[in-house]
């Protein structure tokens, strides 16, 4: 995951297909990429992002 702009607290919030979350992390400085591995079997999962200001973005991932 690679953020555009800089933040300064950013909470990803893992969730498999059922809503169960997988991992839950926050990251203090987000100008940086982020490598995540997803502990789970193949398929689809949801990856919340929750800036510090409330602004959140949800991406579907497939994990093949």
Same mark, same amino acid.
């Given at each position: 995951i690679s953020f555009g702009a800089d933040? $300064? $607290?950013v909470q990803i919030v893992v969730a498999n297909i059922?809503?169960?979350?997988?991992s839950k992390t926050n990251v203090a400085s987000a100008n940086t990429t982020i490598n995540m591995d997803i502990a789970?079997?193949?398929?689809?999962?949801f990856v919340t992002l929750r800036e510090e200001n409330g602004k959140t973005a949800v991406l579907k991932m497939v994990k093949e």
């Amino acid at each position: 995951i690679s953020f555009g702009a800089d933040h $300064q $607290q950013v909470q990803i919030v893992v969730a498999n297909i059922v809503g169960q979350v997988i991992s839950k992390t926050n990251v203090a400085s987000a100008n940086t990429t982020i490598n995540m591995d997803i502990a789970g079997p193949a398929g689809l999962y949801f990856v919340t992002l929750r800036e510090e200001n409330g602004k959140t973005a949800v991406l579907k991932m497939v994990k093949e």
